[in-house]
């Protein structure tokens, strides 16, 4: 088992940055991909940047490309998604997840359903 605890949510106007982080405790040593997904309210759950683990790694939405960074520190079991130049769309609820299931590629993916852990969410409101 894994737990995940998200961090760094927040209100910030657009054109802003926020740090998100992600601490895992329990069997850390068995993700192979993770990653950070959101949902907007109304909306389904959409991947927004995944890193391989034993790589490095990374993958990203195109509606992020070139804004967020997502980055891990395995020494302290934490995943980070540094997002700049924020948008009014970026408006949702961020989730952290794992999984220690591998699915024939280093391209860690964007689908949720391939994660079976997940945080419990931090919200990040964009103002105009």
């Known amino acids: 088992q894994v737990q995940l605890v998200e961090s760094g949510g927040g209100s910030v106007q657009a054109g802003g940055s926020l740090r998100l982080s992600c601490t895992a405790s329990?069997?850390?040593?068995?993700?192979?991909?993770k990653g950070w997904f959101r949902q907007p309210p109304g909306k389904e759950r959409e991947g927004v940047a995944t890193i391989y683990s034993a790589g490095g790694t990374t993958n990203y939405a195109d509606s992020v490309k070139g804004r967020f960074t997502i980055s891990q520190d395995k020494a302290k079991n934490t995943l980070y998604l540094q997002m700049n130049s924020l948008k009014p769309e970026d408006t949702a609820m961020y989730y952290c997840?794992?999984?220690?299931?591998?699915?024939?590629?280093?391209?860690?993916?964007?689908?949720?359903?391939?994660?079976?852990?997940w945080g419990q969410g931090t919200q990040v409101t964009v103002s105009s």
């Open positions: 329990g069997n850390t040593y068995s993700n192979v991909y």
């Open positions: 997840a794992a999984t220690g299931s591998h699915v024939g590629t280093w391209r860690a993916p964007l689908t949720p359903y391939v994660y079976n852990y």
